[in-house]
């Protein structure tokens, strides 16, 4: 005649490792998926990045060479003085928008990179407390 508590406690155990295994399963199977997802938006992004900056660095020389020739291009003291103070004023502008637009691609593109590990790890806890 078997015991009912040891049965129990077999039937305890056998459950507990199946949940164990399922967690285990999810976690290998989907965790290189997700690395693998998230290196693939890693370099998308930091390809978008690198591209960004080009552009702005090309953009700033394009400036930067404006500038210097209407510079040379004045005539008087004051022109070269309101010249001056209209090229620092759409410089400080242009300063601000670029490293709001770098900032907001940074946080999209992090965002993006980790989004898959992140859904990785939701649905482990999913399963660990199912």
């Known amino acids: 005649m078997a015991n009912p508590i ?5 039937k305890t155990n056998a459950d507990a490792l199946a949940k164990s295994s399922r967690v285990t399963e999810t976690i290998m199977n ?3 998926a997700a690395l693998s ?13 690198t591209k960004a ?12 060479t404006a500038a210097v020739r209407a510079l040379s291009a004045v005539k008087s003291p004051t022109e070269f003085i309101e010249l001056q103070q209209k090229l ?13 637009h ?15 590990v992140k ?12």
């Open 88 to 100: 620092i004023k759409d410089g400080v502008e242009a300063a601000v928008a670029d490293s709001r």
């Open 53 to 64: 900056y080009q552009d702005l660095a090309a953009k700033n020389v394009q400036n930067l």
């Open 37 to 49: 997802e998230s290196g693939n938006a890693s370099k998308a992004g930091v390809q978008e990045l």
């Open 119 to 130: 859904k990785q790890i939701e649905a482990v806890q999913k399963t660990a407390w199912a």
């Open 6 to 10: 040891v049965e129990n406690i077999a």
């Open 102 to 116: 770098i900032a907001q691609l940074t946080t999209a593109v992090f965002t993006a990179a980790f989004e898959p």
């Open 30 to 32: 989907g965790g290189a």
